[in-house]
């Protein structure tokens, strides 16, 4: 179907027009309300004990949540494009549940599970606590990060087929040997994705972890937290885009990174 000049026009004006409003005017806000005191004042408010804890506890729980997922979800990646077997549609379903749910029923599921009277909750009687706690964060975390790695990973399985992982078994390799290096170097850009999608998500992360943490600065409170904390709580508007600019830039960081890991990917296909 050809469009005139004017209705392609018309589509793009359209298009910027909605990106202006959803996501260019929001962010330009935030930015000027952070620097609006310059930005002596805005470091200030980064530099706090409660935002330098918020940062590196968020920063913890992605160093915890990452390498968790990329087990997982390279093992369920492998299982359903290679497997066959009964219960395959509800593991895909599975996976697909965390899209699905919304974060705040995902932290009540938790506290009902984990929580003081919960079914797992005997184990606070041990003296480990999980809800209200660093672990209870890391699960609500995970959960909500679970579906990332599993479907960057799966279609590049489906694309390279299993022919040269088939070969390699015929010639003595190892179920090991044949995935560090056959499987793994075919699927890396896809598990790059799906890692930095998955840090992306983990460090926004804020209905689930709420939930389940106590919010306690300097303790358990994320950037996410500290930002709903100083806006509502202490209605402290300034330090609250503070933080949030912060939190922003570390997405910044993680985009400029899969912009760049495309570019590789790319270049090399083409090289290739």
Do not use: C, E, K, W
């Given at each position: 179907m050809n469009l005139s000049r004017k209705t392609v026009l018309s589509l793009r004006s359209v298009a910027l027009l909605y990106l202006l409003v959803l996501l260019v005017l929001p962010?330009?806000?935030i930015l000027y309300r952070s620097f609006e005191r310059g930005f002596g004042e805005f470091w200030a408010w980064i530099t706090t004990p409660a935002a330098i804890s918020a940062l590196q506890l968020s920063l913890l729980i992605v160093a915890i949540v990452v390498p968790l997922n990329v087990i997982f979800g390279v093992l369920v990646a492998l299982a359903l494009a290679r497997g066959k077997f009964r219960g395959k549609a509800a593991l895909q379903a599975a996976v697909d549940l965390p899209f699905a749910v919304s974060p705040v029923v995902v932290g009540v599921a938790l506290i009902m599970l984990w929580g003081v009277g919960g079914w797992f909750g005997g184990i606070e009687s041990l003296g480990f606590r999980i809800i209200f706690g660093l672990p209870g964060m890391v699960l609500a975390t995970t959960f909500v990060t679970l579906p990332f790695v599993v479907r960057e990973v799966e279609p590049v399985l489906h694309e390279i087929g299993q022919d040269q992982e088939q070969a390699a078994a015929t010639l003595g390799a190892s179920a090991w040997q044949t995935f560090w290096r056959i499987t793994l170097p075919a699927i890396r850009w896809g598990l790059t994705y799906g890692v930095v999608l998955t840090i992306a998500r983990a460090l926004g992360e804020y209905g689930a972890v709420?939930?389940?943490?106590?919010?306690?600065?300097?303790?358990?409170?994320?950037?996410?937290?500290?930002?709903?904390?100083?806006?509502?709580?202490?209605?402290?508007?300034?330090?609250?885009?503070?933080?949030?600019?912060?939190?922003?830039?570390?997405?910044?960081?993680?985009l400029v990174v899969m912009s760049l890991l495309e570019a590789t990917r790319r270049r090399n296909r083409d090289d290739d």
């Open positions: 962010i330009g806000v709420l939930m389940v943490s106590s919010n306690f600065p300097g303790i358990s409170q994320t950037l996410t937290l500290l930002v709903s904390s100083r806006n509502h709580d202490d209605y402290n508007t300034f330090g609250a885009y503070a933080a949030a600019t912060l939190l922003m830039l570390l997405a910044l960081v993680a």
